[in-house]
């Protein structure tokens, strides 16, 4: 099976958004859980702080939990999915939190994963780069597992930034790649145009 990859980014909160599957991320320590994950927990009266109070979730590195919404998010079920501590994010733990969510997904027979862009808006992590790391990631999980997936990130904080960075990580990628709804941010026309002409988002640099 060839894989293929449909790529939106969204500007709403993570529980608004129409998916198969909606996937938080937090970190080690996150005591009460932070953006997306504690917006997540408060739709849920709180059943993830429950779940970090009794010792069943930490935050490590890799470490999941797969949980029903019942209704209180757009997308039926929550993937809770640990990033280790907070100091050491960095572009190479965002690509391998992508890569793992987009491969659970997969598992799960999700055709639309709603991704809490992994870290949040990190001051440390220029948001273009973190948009190329979340794309590299991706392709990897499609390569060892072949879809057709959808793929909605949800960039709140610099959104246009993070788009820059997909459009520029697009168009190096080694499967097909399509750019959804660039006018949800602004300046997101002219990116997708330069894109389907196969041109750089962005110009090069760190």
Not at 57 to 69: A, D, K, N
Not at 102 to 110: E, N
């Amino acid at each position: 099976m060839k894989a293929s990859l449909a790529l939106s980014i969204e500007t709403q909160v993570l529980e608004s958004v129409r998916a198969d599957l909606a996937v938080a991320t937090f970190f080690a320590g996150d005591r009460p859980l932070r953006g997306d994950a504690g917006r997540a927990d408060w739709r849920l009266l709180g059943l993830l702080s429950a779940l970090l109070r009794e010792g069943r979730l930490h935050g490590e590195p890799g470490e999941v939990m797969l949980v029903p919404t019942l209704g209180r998010l757009r997308a039926p079920r929550l993937l809770l999915l640990g990033l280790g501590a907070r100091a050491d994010l960095g572009y190479p733990q965002i690509e391998a939190a992508t890569r793992d969510a987009i491969l659970r997904g997969v598992a799960l027979r999700c055709g639309r994963l709603a991704l809490s862009a992994p870290g949040g808006a990190d001051p440390a992590l220029p948001p273009a780069r973190t948009g190329e790391a979340v794309l590299r990631g991706a392709v990897a999980a499609l390569h060892e597992r072949p879809a057709h997936l959808e793929l909605v990130l949800v960039a709140r904080d610099e959104a246009v930034a993070t788009l820059s960075g997909l459009a520029r990580a697009a168009t190096r990628a080694d499967l097909p790649v399509r750019l959804q709804n660039p006018e949800a941010v602004e300046a997101g026309d002219a990116l997708a145009v330069r894109l389907r002409h196969g041109q750089s988002a962005v110009q090069d640099g760190p």
